[in-house]
């Protein structure tokens, strides 16, 4: 099972970007999926989740107006759209899954997580 995160690169600050994370060896369809983010030299937290139906949708604080998270069951894909970036933004980001709630991606205690691509926010 592996989660592929891609999309991140250098932006000016006000700019956007769009990360995809796609999964392989088995179906994502019914689990939770979601964004971390991990900034040098500080822990790793929480960005955005999503719930199987996509009826469900948490953010952080930080995020909530510029980021759009959103999935495509079809193509067992999540997508992170980023508005607005700010340097604050500069961190490596993860993709993140579970079968169980998305409440647990949130928590960050999810099974399952992708390697991380790098967005980098100049001002």
């Known amino acids: 099972v592996q989660l592929q995160a891609c999309g991140g690169g250098l932006v000016q600050a006000g700019g956007s970007l769009r990360l995809s994370c796609a999964a392989s060896?088995?179906?994502?369809?019914?689990?939770?999926m979601g964004w971390f983010r991990q900034a040098p030299g500080k822990k790793r937290d929480f960005v955005a989740a999503i719930n199987w139906s996509a009826r469900s949708i948490y953010y952080a604080d930080s995020v909530k107006g510029r980021f759009t998270v959103s999935r495509d069951n079809t193509k067992n894909t999540v997508y992170l759209q980023m508005n607005s970036l700010k340097p604050e933004d500069t961190a490596v980001y993860y993709c993140a899954a579970d079968d169980r709630s998305v409440r647990t991606v949130v928590a960050g205690t999810n099974h399952y997580w992708g390697q991380g691509t790098e967005v980098t926010v100049s001002s």
């Open positions: 060896g088995r179906t994502f369809s019914g689990s939770a």
